[in-house]
């Protein structure tokens, strides 16, 4: 049977285990899986090396409560912004779409060296795309109750690139600049596409 991560019951219990996550997003999007050792994420969480091992039992463990955390993350914004993508433009909507990976690029980043590392794959990729691409689609829907599935499908899988380039744009030394271009032309083919109600 495979371990699990413990959960803790106290408040004090809770903040260690946030102050480890953290510090093991940090490690493992700067080195890789492989690089990392948990004597290195207990001195960056300022934590004793047992409190680690009580809460996360070995690396593998780790970086599945990672990978977990990064889709209730994920998640979560993207919930937030069906809620109030009736009420958004569809420029305004899509800035916020675009801007979602960035908000959490450091676990993201984490995240896709944890995937890439051989120990940690399984079924991770794909709960991690289905995440994805179903908020994206409750989003496109809540904006635009009147778009059929198959066309909120295919505006989903276009969005998840687009925002994939967009981050990668942040690696760019005209960052700036070119994630601007880029929303100005995802803008201009989403706005004949999904006009939002007001549009319409």
Known sequence: MAQKPRQPKRLRGKQRVEDLLKAATSIFAAKGYDAATMTEIAARAKAPIGSLYQFFPNKEVLAGALMQRYAEHLEAQLTQLSIQAGELSTD??????????????????AVMTLIEARNVTGESRHILRQTLRRG???????????????????????LVQAMKAMVLLGDESCAEAGRKAWLEMVQMYFQQRLPSAGEM
């Open 92 to 109: 305004t909507l899509l800035q916020h779409l675009l801007g979602v990976m960035q908000a959490l690029a450091l676990e993201r980043q």
């Open 136 to 158: 994206i689609q409750q989003v496109l829907c809540a904006h635009c109750d009147t778009l059929a599935s198959d066309d909120a499908e295919v505006l989903t899988v276009m």
